[in-house]
């Protein structure tokens, strides 16, 4: 399951602060549907991060 963390413009880092998992869309392929699988890079934060 994904769903996106907030407003998604090339200036706003908060909603990759966020993000526990970044979705890796080939370079060929113009982006993804719902219901289409893909590959995640998960990302640790560690317990700091609230």
Same mark, same amino acid.
């Given at each position: 399951?994904?769903? $996106?963390?907030g407003?998604q413009?090339?200036?706003? $880092?908060?909603?990759?602060? $966020?993000?526990?998992?970044? %979705?890796?869309?080939? @370079?060929?392929?113009?982006?993804v549907? /719902?219901?289409?699988?893909v590959?995640?890079?998960? $990302?640790?934060w560690? @317990?700091? %991060? /609230?």
């Amino acid at each position: 399951f994904a769903r $996106l963390t907030g407003p998604q413009g090339s200036g706003i $880092l908060t909603s990759m602060a $966020l993000a526990n998992g970044l %979705v890796i869309v080939p @370079e060929d392929k113009p982006g993804v549907k /719902e219901g289409d699988l893909v590959q995640v890079m998960m $990302l640790d934060w560690g @317990e700091e %991060v /609230e």
